[in-house]
């Protein structure tokens, strides 16, 4: 039995924000003086992001006239994790149906009445009845479609979405199912001058990714799932984590992270393609979550990768930011929009990282329907 990644979409809020915009609204929340300002504009110049999307036009505002966050000069009092969940309910079901929408516009071979199954996946909000319940009353979907949701597991839970999936396309070769991953970050701003909070404030943005996985290969192009494996670097479990304080939904991303990856990436490679026909000397075509600029550029010089190789995923960050477990699936979809019949089983390799330290690697393979009509 096999499955296959049929289609991908993809869905932002309207306010696209330049990245040192972001800054200039940082540096004035956070009340820095111009030395820190300064130092603090640096650190967005080097990020590798260009932009980033947001539901809130607060970060578009540098003079007060906020719509979320108080318009005092300290910001105070400081929103709560109840306004904050407001937020998150307000916008998420809208990104989730525009990122399903425009991922079932990508292939004929499936509708929202087809859909037999949902996997919902979010770090950044949650209530119940949930997003999954919203979204088949707002699409229209069977009451008795299959919902699964995967929560509060960070940049990687993408990975453990396509695993279920996998398992049911498996296991029922009719299955179509549909998972979308929803990330409102922005919301979550904490007003602390640490350097892990500075790092994550200039990182995440908001966005949405659906996938449509199914036992049967898309009309034209696929990508065909062959194996994946899973690690923990317990070294790293403080060094990022994600925990819900007073104010939001907290994010601890130490500097040390990068150099914990490049430590582990190897050997998770090494095992993801144990077994298989496929070495590593082969792979070509790259999924990388951009975590950061520094991230990606020590996985290159682990694996021996060039920047050319790793060019989806600096694209990503630098015209969307990290968008916690949404973003590699925007990878993979501007990989797959720029294959032809030339990468006809050719092997995909992709990794996202998230608290734990957890690495996640995934072995796809391009499929195209009608590749030996085509050569």
Same mark, same amino acid.
Request: hydrophobic share 40%; aromatic share 8%; with cysteine.
């Given at each position: $039995?096999? %499955?296959?990644?049929?289609?991908?979409?993809?869905?932002?809020?309207?306010?696209?924000?330049?990245?040192?915009?972001?800054?200039?609204? $940082?540096?004035?929340?956070?009340?820095?003086?111009?030395?820190?300002?300064?130092?603090?504009?640096?650190?967005?110049?080097?990020?590798?992001?260009?932009? !980033?999307?947001?539901?809130?036009?607060?970060?578009?505002?540098?003079?007060?006239?906020?719509?979320?966050?108080?318009?005092?000069?300290?910001?105070?009092?400081?929103?709560?994790?109840?306004?904050?969940?407001?937020?998150? !309910?307000?916008?998420?079901?809208?990104?989730?149906?525009?990122?399903?929408?425009?991922?079932?516009?990508?292939? %004929?071979?499936?509708?929202?009445?087809?859909?037999?199954?949902?996997?919902?996946?979010?770090?950044? #909000?949650?209530?119940?009845?949930?997003?999954?319940?919203?979204?088949?009353?707002?699409?229209?979907?069977?009451?008795?479609?299959?919902?699964?949701?995967?929560?509060?597991?960070?940049?990687?839970?993408?990975?453990?979405?396509?695993?279920?999936?996998?398992?049911?396309?498996?296991?029922?070769?009719?299955?179509?199912?549909?998972?979308?991953?929803?990330?409102?970050?922005?919301?979550?701003?904490?007003?602390?001058?640490?350097?892990?909070?500075?790092?994550?404030?200039?990182?995440?943005?908001?966005?949405?990714?659906?996938?449509? $996985?199914?036992?049967?290969?898309?009309?034209?192009?696929?990508?065909?799932?062959?194996?994946?494996?899973?690690? @923990?670097?317990?070294?790293?479990?403080?060094?990022?984590?994600?925990? @819900?304080?007073?104010?939001?939904?907290?994010?601890?991303?130490? %500097?040390?992270?990068?150099?914990? @990856?490049?430590?582990?990436?190897?050997?998770?490679?090494?095992?993801?393609?144990? #077994?298989?026909?496929?070495?590593?000397?082969?792979?070509?075509?790259?999924?990388?979550?951009?975590?950061? !600029?520094?991230?990606?550029?020590?996985?290159?010089?682990?694996?021996?990768?060039?920047?050319?190789?790793?060019?989806?995923?600096y694209q990503v960050l630098r015209d969307f930011g990290n968008m916690s477990s949404a973003t590699v699936l925007f990878v993979l979809k501007a990989l797959m929009e720029t294959l032809t019949t030339d990468e006809q089983d050719e092997p995909v390799l992709s990794f996202a990282f998230g608290p734990g330290l957890t690495l996640e690697s995934m072995l796809l393979k391009v499929h195209y329907?009608?590749?030996?009509?085509?050569?």
């Amino acid at each position: $039995m096999k %499955s296959y990644i049929c289609a991908i979409g993809t869905a932002n809020p309207p306010n696209k924000i330049p990245q040192m915009q972001i800054a200039d609204f $940082m540096a004035t929340a956070l009340q820095f003086d111009e030395q820190d300002t300064r130092k603090l504009k640096a650190l967005y110049r080097v990020s590798g992001i260009g932009q !980033r999307y947001s539901v809130l036009e607060d970060y578009t505002r540098q003079n007060g006239d906020f719509t979320f966050y108080p318009n005092t000069p300290t910001l105070e009092p400081f929103p709560t994790v109840q306004q904050r969940m407001d937020e998150y !309910r307000k916008y998420a079901v809208d990104l989730s149906e525009n990122a399903i929408r425009n991922c079932l516009d990508h292939t %004929s071979t499936a509708s929202l009445s087809d859909i037999t199954h949902l996997i919902t996946v979010s770090c950044t #909000g949650m209530y119940a009845p949930g997003l999954d319940i919203e979204l088949v009353e707002r699409l229209e979907l069977s009451s008795c479609v299959q919902r699964t949701a995967v929560n509060f597991m960070g940049c990687y839970a993408a990975f453990n979405a396509i695993k279920l999936a996998d398992a049911i396309c498996k296991s029922d070769p009719q299955a179509k199912v549909i998972l979308v991953c929803t990330e409102i970050c922005t919301i979550h701003f904490q007003k602390h001058a640490q350097q892990d909070h500075l790092v994550s404030n200039a990182l995440f943005g908001d966005g949405a990714a659906a996938v449509l $996985m199914q036992g049967q290969p898309n009309g034209e192009v696929s990508l065909e799932l062959q194996s994946f494996h899973c690690d @923990i670097a317990p070294a790293g479990k403080s060094e990022m984590a994600w925990h @819900i304080g007073d104010t939001g939904f907290e994010m601890t991303l130490s %500097s040390y992270v990068p150099d914990l @990856i490049q430590k582990g990436i190897k050997e998770l490679t090494d095992r993801l393609l144990q #077994g298989l026909k496929t070495k590593a000397s082969e792979i070509k075509l790259f999924a990388i979550h951009p975590g950061g !600029r520094r991230i990606l550029e020590v996985i290159e010089q682990e694996l021996g990768m060039t920047r050319n190789d790793n060019r989806f995923a600096y694209q990503v960050l630098r015209d969307f930011g990290n968008m916690s477990s949404a973003t590699v699936l925007f990878v993979l979809k501007a990989l797959m929009e720029t294959l032809t019949t030339d990468e006809q089983d050719e092997p995909v390799l992709s990794f996202a990282f998230g608290p734990g330290l957890t690495l996640e690697s995934m072995l796809l393979k391009v499929h195209y329907a009608d590749a030996k009509a085509a050569i």
